[in-house]
């Protein structure tokens, strides 16, 4: 019988990319992925290092893999073991840029434990870690990713010291992956990396390096829909919006990585922009995607956050306009500039900025559903419902509930009248051909 193994994931749309890739080399292997981790032999954790709450999470996920598999052989990797390799609880631990020698050490450790008899290595070692194409067995959007690394120092950011630097990955292998996934069937492929504008960075390229990826992207049969990860304002130039217009499958949803509201607290987190060319950002793309979604990350109660400040990013974020905001509250990571900064933010006033931005999100959220019934919208179905309706998500990013008296398929696109809000979701049923 074939070893099992039981995945789980923290942070970020690359993590989850990586787990499906460390996945697929797994399979290669023999594995057998589980659903129950008391099955599992192998139990691989995917930790995150982006805030402290993150690392935290990361070391409560490994010491409780120990408890809930006793038998399983413990594996914690990513980016919180990238700079902390003493894990307790974990019996192999690698980081982002030794991720190669999983394979190895864990055939290693089973032959120790004497369940299994070989210890072949894997080759490795390449600038990008490539792990060749990737299978998404459940979902219908495949994730890509395009770049590691970042180069910008934001003061709260662990990632550089974490991921190190800005590699990209080549473009044969990003097209070639496409190529396969569209030939299994996928039809919307999210191109996510660390900093994705830094595509081609080492190379000296600007940020339309980007843009020309995206032209071959979309030059591919059976690429219907591509959707960007997390991009940073700064790089959103009216050359690369022009690009992005001129490219039919590009979806109308961009998450445009905004933090505070305020400027001072932006240089104050070493961001590359302010709130002047996000606003333009926000209008370029406003007026290139008409019914555009905008979504973003915001931080609340970075250290020397005024009240006032606090307000500004309030204001801000409702005069953009976001279709849903992620808020977090400020958790300081050791290791990165802000961890020492002065002005610490109670934990109280922390939370009450929170919920307060977090109302403004939802606020918005629902007023961006209510733009929607009596409007048609294309979407990609997913899954179908324990009450036989699916579920899905249309073009701008908004889940929606579709009804219809006909069979439908998991990861086919469906045209859907939209009928009715419900909480932050849509409903409709498929128009009629
Ligand atoms: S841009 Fe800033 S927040 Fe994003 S990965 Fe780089 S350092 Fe971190």
Redesign the pocket.
Same mark, same amino acid.
């Given at each position: 019988m074939a070893y099992q193994v039981y995945f789980q994931t923290l942070g970020c749309k690359v993590n989850s990319y990586e787990t499906a890739a460390i996945a697929k080399l797994l399979a290669e292997e023999g594995f057998e992925e589980t659903r129950s981790c008391e099955d599992a032999d192998v139990y691989v954790i995917n930790t995150c290092a982006?805030t402290g709450e993150a690392d935290r999470k990361s070391r409560q996920m490994i010491r409780r893999a120990k408890r809930l598999a006793p038998h399983a052989i413990v594996v914690a990797m990513g980016c919180h073991t990238q700079m902390c390799r003493d894990e307790e609880g974990a019996d192999i631990v690698v980081g982002t840029d030794d991720r190669p020698a999983l394979i190895p050490l864990l055939k290693e450790k089973m032959k120790l434990l004497d369940r299994a008899d070989s210890t072949e290595d894997l080759d490795a070692g390449t600038r990008f870690f490539e792990y060749g194409s990737v299978n998404y067995q459940e979902n219908t959007r495949a994730i890509v990713k395009i770049e590691d690394g970042?180069? &910008?120092?934001?003061t709260?950011?662990?990632?550089?010291y974490s991921?190190g630097r800005v590699r990209s990955r080549s473009r044969e292998a990003i097209l070639s992956e496409i190529r396969d996934m569209a030939g299994k069937g996928y039809r919307e492929f999210v191109i996510t990396g660390?900093?994705l504008c830094s595509f081609e960075k080492e190379l000296g390229r600007d940020s339309m390096a980007l843009g020309e990826l995206l032209e071959e992207v979309a030059s591919i049969d059976g690429v219907e829909r591509i959707r960007l990860g997390?991009l940073?304002p700064s790089c959103m130039t009216p050359e690369l919006i022009g690009v992005l217009k001129g490219i039919p499958q590009i979806c109308p949803h961009f998450h445009l990585?905004l933090?505070s509201g305020s400027d001072t607290v932006l240089k104050r987190? &070493?961001?590359?922009y302010d709130t002047d060319l996000f606003r333009r950002v926000a209008a370029d793309l406003r007026s290139a995607f008409p019914n555009v979604s905008l979504t973003t990350d915001m931080i609340c109660g970075f250290p020397g956050e005024t009240d006032a400040e606090h307000q500004e990013s309030c204001a801000f974020a409702e005069e953009i306009g976001f279709t849903h905001i992620h808020v977090f509250p400020f958790s300081p990571r050791e290791g990165t500039r802000a961890w020492d900064m002065e002005g610490k933010i109670d934990g109280a006033v922390k939370a009450e900025r929170t919920a307060e931005l977090r109302g403004i999100s939802d606020k918005m959220e629902s007023a961006r559903a209510e733009e929607f019934p009596g409007k048609k919208a294309e979407v990609l179905l997913e899954r179908r419902l324990e009450d036989g309706t699916w579920e899905g998500y249309c073009r701008e990013y908004i889940r929606v509930i579709v009804s219809s008296d006909r069979e439908l398929q998991a990861g086919s696109i469906v045209e859907v009248n939209i009928r009715e809000v419900r909480g932050f979701s849509i409903a409709g049923t498929v128009a009629s051909c």
């Open positions: 982006v970042c180069n &910008n120092f934001c709260y950011c662990i990632i550089p991921r660390i900093h997390s940073e990585s933090q987190m &070493n961001r590359k």
